[in-house]
């Protein structure tokens, strides 16, 4: 009668943690990729979403239908603290005027000589629960960036401001300057939380003027102040 030898219990257990192992790695391996490639998409779509506000203002529509009164002037794009619901973008819109009638003042000024208003507030949804943040790990980006098309000229301006106010648009709207950039870190991870997926900034350029300004700065750049 021949004796056959079966594996033994060490070996068995051994077998089973090492195909436990591999199979870890692999599920591991593939929910990284995914996650990169959802960052990735998630990147390109907001920095799409930014060039967009420049090509929106530089083609706009009438707020109202005929003979109307009034005009859209630009856009706001606001960032507040809120991660679930962190950016909305409204229709500047003041009085219809000829350009004959607009000074040279500053834009500012211009802005609130037209009694702007704020109108048509758009939600815009990040995707992949991406947050953005200020740089070097910091908390969500607040602030505000105004795009705005001179009557007279035509010419397209970028005003910045650290408030998030919205209410009496009109006096708020001489806090804004055309003196700073913003940088923008796209991250896939809460507020304050790192992680292996590296943040990648956007940026808008002092007194941007077209979407050409609006920058996605690479991983590897020495501009990238985000993480």
Known sequence: MVKRKGFTLIEVTLFLAVTAALFIGIVWGMQSA?????????????????RS?????????????????KAIYGKLV?????????????????????????GEDSLTSMLKTLNVTLTSKEKYNLPWQT??????????????FLVVRHPRSG?????????TQTSNFK?????????????????????????????????ILAGARNASDVELIDLGSTDNKCN
């Open 131 to 144: 947050t953005i943040q200020k740089e070097n790990n910091g908390p969500l980006f607040t602030g505000s």
């Open 53 to 69: 506000v420049y090509s929106k203002v530089s083609n706009p529509q009438s707020p109202g239908s005929g003979n109307s009164t």
């Open 171 to 203: 006096n708020v709207v001489t806090k804004f300057s055309t003196n700073a950039e913003m940088l923008l870190c796209i991250s896939p991870y809460p507020a304050g939380q790192t992680g292996p997926i590296l943040k990648r900034p956007v940026r």
């Open 78 to 102: 606001v960032f507040s603290n809120n991660a679930e619901d962190q950016i909305s973008m409204y229709d500047v819109v003041g009085q219809a005027v000829s350009s004959k009638n607009i």
């Open 34 to 50: 995914i996650n990169r490639q959802r960052y990735d998409e998630a990147t390109q779509e907001f920095f799409e979403f930014m």
């Open 155 to 163: 010419t397209i301006n970028t005003l910045y401001w650290n408030g």
